[in-house]
């Protein structure tokens, strides 16, 4: 079983930056892609960004430009920098990992980016 702590959320000024950190635990054996969603309130959940063990970086469009995924597999950690934050942003953000066909998910770290 793999779990998941997600930190850094928190309110932030428009234009303002965060950064999300999330770390993996338990039985990891080879991680295949590690990565953000958020969902917001009465919208669907989205996939913010993410990477895989075979070198490929996916952005959501709402996001690119703005927001930097890394992290590394073998280290088990994955972290999300926003920069340039804007309102439409506030969302819970959860970490995802999957290891082989298994998705996990992190408990979700709470953003809002307000004035």
């Known amino acids: 079983q793999v779990q998941l702590v997600e930190s850094g959320g928190g309110l932030v000024q428009p234009g303002g930056s965060l950064r999300l950190s999330c770390a993996a635990s338990g039985s990891i054996s080879s991680i295949y892609a590690m990565g953000w969603y958020r969902q917001a309130p009465g919208k669907p959940h989205e996939m913010v960004a993410r990477f895989t063990s075979d070198g490929r970086t996916n952005y959501g469009d709402s996001v690119k430009g703005r927001f930097t995924i890394s992290g590394d597999n073998s280290e088990k950690k994955v972290y999300l920098q926003m920069n340039s934050l804007k309102p439409e942003d506030t969302a819970v953000y959860y970490c995802?990992?999957?290891?082989?066909?298994?998705?996990?998910w992190g408990q979700g770290t709470q953003v809002t980016v307000s004035s």
């Open positions: 995802n990992v999957v290891i082989g066909p298994v998705t996990s």
